[in-house]
């Protein structure tokens, strides 16, 4: 069986763009997005200058990442190598381009599904060769079998010393350059005009996020810094979007205070019944936190469908779904959760619900916490992203979602004119989710020396950058030092009424406000 790769001589390439446009034409690829693109990169000063090419593409990786994370099978790998995707399953979730580590894919904004280069897959099968190989005057693009011995690409990397992108991501990629600068394919060494300009225009960032010195206070801005040391600046480059945005800082907070909810009544309920807290337990709570649990997993729902980019192909996540992607898996736990919730509130709607509840609840916990936690392992399938690939991920969306109960449990049991049963319960568990939060956040975030400098920029971006006003002052001081702080000072056990309901709204607040800094900034370091 052909095992197809490229072998990209950047000794050759005079960057004319040609490979661009034959892509453009025979893939009818739209305007504003591109499957191949040639990176420009200036070194030195004038005279002393000298600018280098990097054609930029898939890298179709023996082990793509953007298959793995694909919950329909979109996007899937043939038995030659070439990772293909099919516009007719896709449901347009971004989930592939959140794990791509070389930005190839996008959004076609025709027809709202994921596309990227295919090889020209239609011209292999009848046997041509890919546009772009046939199109290119200094014969720099080199296309093969892997597996042909006889091949010019197997000759190529046998006998020349060859590059590929990021092989820290272990993808295996099969794109491989020759005599390529290092400054083309890292952009750890690359920098930016601060102000965006490039050779022809700027770049647009309403969508793309700021650059990376950008609202970064110190005495030498980082692109200076960089490039003293590399003297590599970029001069051209093609626009990436950002592909998950509100709707998954929303999701993830209307998640935590869903899982959040029926956890904080089950930890309530088991202390009582343990004899670790004074019963009994409030039978509005017993059928009250399913259903604030219900609707907010409901909202949570809405949020994930309005993200998509065909909203109405939302069932195929549960129809077609692709086992390895934790989208796909996280769906059928919350649509079981779901079910379990409802089972309970129908209990209580038909008269039975004090008898089965105990049982039912035991049975739901488990699904909560997976509810609550299975976000971890999807970002964690999102290897594009650093500052997502944290082991300590899961126990932080759970100390989310704990959190999150214990402050929605507050206004609600001050609506049914119990406040005083649950808020007992409720002040020592918002402490303590509070100060792991801090542990987990300031330790080994803010103050952790990250071995990865992709991770490093973005905690730079959420600590320093354009989102460190909401982080400092909505996530740690609003959201964190001040609720804890008010119940330090007046004593945990007993504060007032106004107190408990200004700790509550400011928790919530503060949980959504790391949401967003944490999904954005994770998202803002440039990847090609």
């Known amino acids: 069986m052909a095992n197809f790769t490229w072998v990209i001589d950047q000794r050759k390439c005079i960057g004319c763009h040609a490979c661009t446009t034959a892509c453009k034409s025979e893939n009818e690829v739209p305007l504003s997005v591109d499957r191949t693109w040639v990176k420009y990169v200036e070194k030195g000063d004038f005279p002393n200058s000298q600018r280098h090419f990097g054609v930029l593409r898939c890298?179709?990786?023996?082990?793509?990442?953007?298959?793995?994370?694909?919950?329909?099978?979109?996007?899937?790998?043939?038995?030659?190598?070439?990772?293909?995707?099919?516009?007719?399953?896709?449901?347009?979730?971004?989930?592939?381009?959140?794990?791509?580590?070389?930005?190839?894919?996008?959004?076609?904004?025709?027809?709202?599904?994921?596309?990227?280069?295919?090889f020209c897959a239609h011209r292999l099968d009848v046997g041509l060769e890919p546009a772009c190989v046939v199109v290119?005057?200094?014969?720099?693009?080199?296309?093969?079998?892997?597996?042909?011995?006889?091949?010019?690409?197997?000759?190529?990397?046998?006998?020349e010393?060859?590059?590929?992108?990021?092989?820290?991501k272990n993808t295996d990629p099969k794109c491989f350059y020759i005599g390529a600068d290092e400054a083309v394919l890292n952009p750890d060494v690359q920098t930016y005009d601060e102000s965006g300009l490039y050779m022809w225009s700027n770049q647009r960032e309403e969508k793309h996020g700021a650059h990376l010195d950008k609202n970064i206070?110190?005495?030498?801005?980082?692109?200076?810094?960089l490039n003293?040391?590399?003297?590599?600046?970029?001069?051209?480059?093609?626009?990436?979007?950002?592909?998950?945005?509100?709707?998954?800082?929303?999701?993830?907070?209307?998640?935590?205070?869903?899982?959040?909810?029926?956890?904080?009544?089950?930890?309530?309920?088991?202390?009582?019944?343990?004899?670790?807290?004074?019963?009994p337990m409030p039978l509005w709570l017993v059928w009250g936190a399913p259903a604030i649990s219900f609707i907010y997993l409901a909202v949570t729902g809405i949020l994930l469908i309005a993200d998509l980019d065909r909203p109405e192909r939302f069932w195929?996540?549960?129809?077609?779904?692709?086992?390895?992607?934790?989208?796909?898996?996280?769906?059928?736990?919350?649509?079981?959760?779901?079910?379990?919730?409802?089972?309970?509130?129908?209990?209580?709607?038909?008269?039975?619900?004090?008898?089965?509840?105990?049982?039912?609840?035991?049975?739901?916990?488990?699904?909560?916490?997976?509810?609550?936690?299975?976000?971890?392992?999807?970002?964690?399938?999102?290897?594009?992203?650093?500052?997502?690939?944290?082991?300590?991920?899961?126990?932080?969306?759970?100390?989310?979602?704990?959190?999150?109960?214990?402050?929605?449990s507050i206004p609600a049991a001050a609506l049914m004119g119990n406040l005083d049963a649950i808020a007992d319960f409720a002040r020592p568990t918002i402490v303590g989710a509070i100060v792991l939060h801090l542990v987990l956040t300031i330790g080994g975030e803010v103050l952790t020396e990250h071995s990865s400098k992709a991770k490093q920029r973005a905690v730079d971006m959420m600590v320093k950058g354009p989102y460190s006003k909401i982080f400092w002052w909505g996530n740690i001081v609003l959201g964190s030092a001040v609720p804890l702080t008010l119940l330090l000072v007046t004593g945990f056990a007993a504060p007032?009424?106004?107190?408990?309901?200004?700790?509550?709204?400011?928790?919530?607040?503060?949980?959504?406000?790391?949401?967003?800094?944490?999904?954005?900034?994770?998202?803002s370091v440039r990847l090609s």
């Open 217 to 225: 206070p110190s005495g030498i801005s980082l692109s200076s810094a």
């Open 228 to 279: 003293t040391v590399t003297g590599a600046r970029v001069a051209y480059d093609v626009h990436h979007d950002i592909p998950w945005a509100q709707y998954v800082s929303l999701y993830l907070w209307t998640k935590s205070i869903s899982s959040g909810a029926f956890l904080f009544a089950w930890m309530l309920w088991s202390s009582i019944q343990f004899g670790f807290v004074p019963g």
């Open 59 to 118: 890298n179709h990786c023996a082990n793509p990442p953007c298959v793995h994370i694909c919950p329909t099978t979109a996007m899937f790998q043939r038995p030659d190598g070439i990772v293909e995707f099919d516009k007719d399953a896709c449901i347009g979730c971004k989930a592939c381009i959140a794990a791509c580590p070389y930005d190839a894919i996008y959004i076609d904004p025709e027809s709202h599904t994921a596309a990227k280069c295919n």
């Open 161 to 168: 010393k060859t590059q590929v992108r990021k092989p820290e």
């Open 316 to 408: 195929y996540i549960i129809a077609r779904p692709q086992w390895k992607s934790w989208l796909a898996i996280g769906s059928y736990i919350i649509l079981g959760y779901s079910v379990l919730l409802a089972a309970i509130l129908g209990a209580f709607v038909f008269g039975f619900g004090m008898q089965v509840s105990p049982w039912l609840y035991h049975i739901t916990m488990p699904l909560a916490v997976m509810t609550a936690v299975y976000t971890a392992f999807l970002f964690a399938q999102a290897k594009a992203r650093d500052m997502w690939q944290s082991p300590a991920l899961p126990l932080h969306l759970l100390q989310q979602a704990v959190l999150a109960g214990a402050c929605v």
């Open 496 to 523: 007032s009424y106004s107190i408990d309901m200004i700790v509550a709204f400011l928790g919530l607040f503060g949980l959504l406000a790391y949401e967003h800094c944490f999904v954005m900034a994770g998202q």
């Open 136 to 159: 290119c005057p200094e014969e720099a693009l080199i296309f093969g079998d892997l597996e042909d011995p006889l091949s010019k690409v197997n000759q190529l990397i046998g006998r």
